[in-house]
């Protein structure tokens, strides 16, 4: 079992920065490959980034590259996403996941077994 909490998220202009937390506990930190999505209202959870369970690869979808990185700290049992260059688009609630897959392009909800329970995300323009 982990038990996954994110922090950090908040109401931000366009164009500012916010960087999210995810502090794990429970099983082995480093059995997980981890992963941010997020979910804005009426739409269906969308994959962010993920990292692996050593940290050497990352992945992100086209909306996050560049802007968005992704990092872990096996000391502190915690993963964190730095969001640059927020958009009003980026509006969402952000969760944070825990996977044992070792597919790094694993971008599907069902690929991932624990999961925290959000941070609310707001990007006004």
């Known amino acids: 079992q982990v038990q996954l909490v994110e922090s950090g998220g908040g109401l931000v202009q366009a164009g500012g920065s916010l960087r999210l937390s995810c502090a794990a506990s429970?099983?082995?930190?480093?059995?997980?490959?981890m992963a941010w999505f997020r979910q804005a209202p009426g739409k269906e959870r969308e994959f962010v980034a993920r990292i692996s369970r050593t940290g050497l690869s990352t992945y992100y979808a086209d909306s996050a590259k560049e802007r968005f990185t992704i990092s872990r700290d096996s000391a502190e049992n915690a993963v964190y996403l730095q969001m640059n260059s927020l958009k009003p688009e980026d509006t969402a609630v952000y969760y944070c996941?825990?996977?044992?897959?070792?597919?790094?392009?694993?971008?599907?909800?069902?690929?991932?077994?624990?999961w925290g329970r959000g941070t609310q995300v707001t990007v006004s323009s």
């Open positions: 996941a825990a996977s044992t897959s070792i597919r790094i392009a694993a971008t599907q909800a069902y690929e991932y077994d624990y």
């Open positions: 429970g099983r082995t930190f480093s059995s997980f490959a």
